[in-house]
């Protein structure tokens, strides 16, 4: 076997030389290995693919110079492995460059035989191509989503084909039809160099890919990777330029990653119509919703007039189904009534998939729009910060969503940031919230990372500052955050803020002072998500 | 300095008006320029006055006649521009000056609110925050290599989409070969005909070989400097180090930077024997970072021993056909290909200036560095020579950790 990553790999001539090519993927726990090797803002799919090599054992490995990460990833295996190769693969595609490649091609023809110790038979090789090139299917822009951006794992491609009945294109490093022109025998190895540098061109290549991505996609899913820049450029263009459905989302190539990723893809759907939601006949009774989030689940039930007749707040504990079932029960208890006389569930938030007695899951994104808007249907955006995540929803007139952005996968500007920094300065988290105004020295804490922050407020109450004045400082900070992600999808009232962080005074004004606007926030802030839900229960069955 | 906080915030008042912040960077270039004229740094050699001079007004000129200017990368091939009478303007160094203002903050926030990655080299997002806010006037043209980094063919892209400029991306390939030499070889013909269209003039070969001739001149110079940093220093800022990318790279082939090498050439010559420690930089220093500006600048107990960037390439190019020289010399660039060969040149310069430690500052965002930090490491230890490296910005300050570095670098140079 032979491990490769790139799509310019020559895959075939491996084939030819009857081993078994297989794509390095980069799924994994933790980067404890690679990092020994490579320093830690290293691109974390290279991190991932070194740690594969390293756990599985692969002894022969095919890059290409694609880029930094993957060069250096080069130099760190190229006295460790059996058999490494790097192509250089030009960035252009005129005579010159297909020379070069062929050259690179054929000389890696050599440095595998000499090793492999056996013939390279250009029959076989012949015979493999005709084989692939024998098929092709077309597949229709208009009806098609488009997956861009950087390298998106296989996994997560195929869940998003199980998860809508549209054609899903793949135009990342990990999904391309190979077709070959070959025409003349004589130079069938020029050919085929020449036929690798035409593939549809990466991100990395030098001509502009913007022709090839014409704007009848029904909606656009723009991948990006921690560390890797290439792509951001590419969206910081398109997202101004097209107006179709569009989804930014950043993986980072850990297994943990995947959920958040696809809840966003899911809402996306469901936002876009993509996926429309079914609907089912009208029941009267009662309706629960069920919030399981990271650090609290949330439950309210609402009877068939929409009011509100109960709700409960409990800590998420480690296993989400059994506070799940427990905040179920102490809202049917508040409300009086059996579980029997409940119409319907629906679940949301992280736990999601792991309530059995929901009759249908659909995300927080989706949930929140629809709570807050039942609040107050003034509201364009909802901010809400939870415990470990925060978002910004975009809602319309008629309170559907229209667009969303999360934060990133780090604690900065949550719940748990503030957690961390009341320990630090050594007060209650309620006490933390409590303190505003009167601010003597207007402090600001540069760093955005928890960690980092952290050790600026201990030097902080080393310098011997007043502990208000830090919090205010921490509480901007907080709001810096979630006004950035506010611009991501541009600013317009009115805002709800929702989340446990809501109910600290200090951060709403201190992001009621940025935006120049009031907030509106709900009695129980905590909830909205859960109503929402509670809100689409009732729909579903009465819609 | 207060003069400057003072002027970056008016700068930063009026980042809605691009003309007038146009206008007020030009301004404070040309006082720093008429203030380095004037009042010279009595701490350090000639040379260093004579580059910073050079290097300021460099800047000045190309921003001050956009009609006559393109924007590069530092490893741009710009014996080209110089043949030509058209003025550089290399971004990171543009980018460097901006941190110089106290405004690189609000360049950078600009860019990542447009979408551009916050883990770029904040050299890229600095310019690229200033092109988004306007307040560069468009050049005539645009000229990257691909190499070093990932950064240089998306970001000029990027660049000459927003600005609707022409741009010439030079692949330079991984590896050298016949095949990669005709490749650029063919891309240097390719730009050149660019140029001569965009800037109307024709290119005197002659002159372009003059060109040549003047920066193998310069290169035997930088050799001959090279052997006296093993028993001579001079008192020199950080910022000399970094000022000499100007001469080693952009520059070289003018008749000015010629110069410079002369001058430095006598002023090392003419310096005290080597005391204290002396600390040789892989890629980049940090030269708005605190604790290095303490225990460096100017200072008699450690010094610089110069950065393998000033000395990537150090060979002579062909001047009978320059087209095919300078392909070489960009393919052969110790930074391109692979790791092997930078740690082989930084092995020549280690054994040639016998510094007393080595450090390497992890730009943050810069790949191609940090991906062979660990490399760099193990060939140090080799060495028996004492290696640290710390992660930081050279140009985005909130990214340096000022007190958890101090302690990393003291207990450092205490162990020397
Ligand atoms: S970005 Fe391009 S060169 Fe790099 S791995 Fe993907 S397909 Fe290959
Ligand atoms: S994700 Fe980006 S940085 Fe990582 S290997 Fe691919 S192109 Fe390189
Ligand atoms: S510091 Fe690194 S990433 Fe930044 S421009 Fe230089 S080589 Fe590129």
């Keep these: 076997m032979v491990g490769y990553v790139c799509k310019y790999t020559p895959v075939e001539i491996i084939e030819a030389f009857g081993e078994k090519p297989v794509r390095i993927e980069s799924g994994c ?76 091609i054929i000389k890696f023809i050599d440095a595998y035989k000499a090793f492999k110790n056996k013939g390279f038979a250009i029959e076989n090789f012949l015979k493999i191509l005709e084989d692939k090139s024998s098929f092709r299917k077309m597949q229709e822009p208009s009806e098609s989503i488009a997956i861009l951006g950087a390298r998106l794992k296989d996994d997560v491609v195929e869940k998003i084909k199980n998860s809508c009945s549209v054609n899903i294109i793949n135009f990342t490093c ?74 930014k989302i950043e993986t980072d190539y850990t297994d943990s ?56 707040i409990i800590p998420t504990g480690p296993k989400a189904l ?88 780090c604690s900065a500007g949550t719940g748990r940031f503030l957690e961390v920094m009341s320990r630090t300065l050594g007060i209650s988290i309620n006490e933390m919230a409590k303190v505003h105004a009167e601010v003597k020295e207007n402090i600001t804490i540069t760093s955005m990372c928890t960690v980092f922050a952290e050790s600026e407020v201990i030097s902080l109450i080393a310098q011997n500052k007043d502990q208000r004045d830090i919090i205010h400082a921490l509480n901007k900070s907080v709001a810096s955050k979630a006004v950035s992600l506010v611009d991501r999808i541009g600013r317009k009232g009115k805002y709800m803020m929702t989340g446990g962080v809501a109910k600290n005074q200090g951060v709403v004004s201190a992001i009621e002072s940025k935006l120049g606007e009031k907030l509106v926030i709900p009695a129980e802030p905590q909830i909205i998500g859960a109503l929402g839900a509670a809100l689409i229960a009732f729909e579903g069955t009465n819609g | ?100 203002f106290f405004i690189e903050d609000y360049l950078i926030d600009t860019a990542e609110s447009r979408g551009i990655a916050n883990t770029l080299c904040s050299y890229h997002k600095t310019f690229i925050g200033a092109n988004e806010l306007k307040i560069l006037k468009k050049p005539e043209f645009m000229l990257t290599t691909s190499s070093i980094c990932d950064a240089n063919v998306p970001t000029f892209r990027y660049l000459s989409k927003k600005q609707n400029v022409p741009l010439y991306i030079i692949d330079v390939p991984y590896k050298y070969s016949k095949e990669a030499v005709a490749y650029v070889k063919n891309q240097l013909i390719e730009m050149v005909e660019n140029l001569e269209e965009v800037f109307k003039r024709k290119l005197d070969l002659d002159k372009l070989r003059e060109v040549v001739k003047i920066e193998n001149k310069t290169r035997t110079l930088i050799n001959k400097y090279l052997n006296y940093l093993k028993e001579k220093t001079l008192l020199v800022p950080m910022t000399f180090e970094m000022y000499m990318l100007f001469a080693s790279h952009i520059f070289i082939g003018s008749k000015e930077m010629l110069k410079f090498y002369e001058m430095l050439l006598d002023d090392i010559k003419n310096a005290p024997p080597r005391s204290g420690k002396s600390i040789f930089f892989v890629h980049l220093l940090p030269i708005f970072e605190k604790n290095f500006q303490d225990y460096f600048n100017f200072s008699n107990k450690f010094h610089i021993a110069g950065s393998d960037l000033n000395f990537d390439y150090l060979d002579e ?47 943050l965002g810069c790949k191609q560095s940090i991906g062979g930090t660990f490399i760099i490491k193990d060939l140090a230890t080799k060495m028996g020579i004492p290696f640290l490296y710390l992660d930081g910005d050279c140009v985005d300050k909130r990214n340096n950790q000022v007190g958890q570095n101090r302690t990393r670098l003291e207990a450092f140079l205490e162990m020397l």
């Design chain 1, 322 to 409: 059994e506070s799940a079932f427990k905040a179920f029960e102490i809202a049917l208890n508040n409300a009086g009534i059996k579980e029997k006389d409940i119409t319907s569930i629906v679940a949301t938030g992280y736990g999601r998939v792991s309530i059995p007695f929901a009759d249908k899951m659909v995300t927080e994104i989706t949930c929140h729009g629809k709570g807050a808007f039942f609040i107050d249907n003034r509201v364009r955006t909802v901010i809400d910060i939870g415990g470990q995540d925060s978002k910004v929803i975009r809602l319309d007139e008629s309170g559907n969503v229209i667009d969303f952005v999360m934060n990133d996968k």
């Design chain 1, 29 to 104: 726990k933790s980067y404890e290995r690679a990092e020994a090797l490579l320093h830690t803002n290293t691109c974390s799919f290279v991190k991932g693919v070194l740690e594969n090599i390293i756990e599985n054992n692969i002894e022969e490995v095919i890059l290409t110079s694609c880029c930094d990460s993957i060069k250096r990833l080069y130099d760190v295996l190229k006295e460790r492995l059996k058999f490494i190769y790097i192509l250089d693969l030009p960035r252009k595609k005129d005579t010159f460059a297909v020379d070069v490649f062929y050259k690179e």
């Design chain 1, 174 to 247: 990990t999904g391309e039809d190979r077709i070959f022109n070959i025409e003349s025998e004589d130079n069938l190895l020029k050919g085929y160099a020449a036929s690798l540098l035409n593939l549809t061109p990466c991100m990395r290549m030098a001509e502009d890919r913007s022709k090839f991505f014409n704007k009848d996609f029904k909606g656009i899913i723009y991948n990006t990777i921690k560390f890797c820049d290439y792509y951001s450029y590419e969206y910081a263009e398109m997202k101004s330029q097209f107006n179709i459905p569009f989804l």
């Design chain 2, 317 to 363: 190019i062909d001047e009978k056909d320059p087209f095919r020289g300078i392909a070489e010399k960009l393919i052969l660039n110790t930074f391109n290909g692979e790791m092997e060969r930078k740690v082989t040149r930084i092995r020549e310069l280690i054994e040639k200036i016998k510094p007393d430690g080595i450090i390497q500052f992890c730009h």
């Design chain 1, 257 to 312: 990653n995947s959920g958040q990723i696809l809840t966003r893809i899911a809402a996306f759907f469901e936002a876009t119509d993509i996926k429309k939601m079914e609907q089912k006949k009208a029941k009267k009774g009662y309706f629960a919703g069920i919030d399981s989030g990271s650090t609290s689940t949330n439950v309210v039930i609402i009877d068939e007039n929409k009011n509100i007749i109960s709700y409960s």
């Design chain 2, 1 to 100: 300095m207060d003069v400057v906080r003072f002027y970056s915030n008016i700068i930063k008042r009026n980042m809605d008006k691009p003309e007038k912040i146009n206008k007020l960077i030009n301004f404070g270039l040309t006082t720093a320029y008429y203030y380095v004229s004037i009042f010279k740094d009595k701490r350090g050699p000639n040379s260093l006055h004579y580059l910073t001079k050079y290097c300021i007004k460099s800047i000045k000129d190309s921003l001050e006649n956009p009609q006559n200017s393109a924007w590069v990368n530092i490893f741009s091939p710009c014996e080209f521009l110089i043949a030509l009478d058209i003025k550089p303007l290399f971004i990171e160094a543009y980018s460097s000056f901006m941190s110089g």
